[in-house]
């Protein structure tokens, strides 16, 4: 499978967030974070911004580190000038 199930996982279990926790903050059903997880299916597209900002709520870190191991590369803040 691809890189955003491999991403998840590896996020998920540096910053000890539970599957439930970030199904329940993004308001899905537990099954789907699990597929995800265990590469079973991928996140559609439209999903990755949702998955961004439930871990955005849950660790602002996590967020920026599933960014980085989903894109490969270092991603710039926003808020620079």
């Known amino acids: 499978m691809g890189k955003a ?16 926790q970030l ?3 993004m308001g899905i059903n537990r ?11 991928d996140p559609l597209a439209e999903s990755i911004p949702e998955i ?10 996590a967020a920026r580190d599933f960014l980085v191991l989903y894109l490969g590369r270092i991603v710039e803040d926003d808020n620079h000038t």
């Open 52 to 61: 961004i900002e439930a871990l955005e709520k849950i660790n602002s870190s």
């Open 5 to 20: 199930g491999k991403a998840l996982r590896q996020v998920l279990e540096t910053y000890s967030i539970s599957q439930n």
């Open 23 to 25: 199904a329940v903050t």
């Open 31 to 41: 099954s789907t974070v699990s597929q995800w997880f265990n590469e079973m299916r």
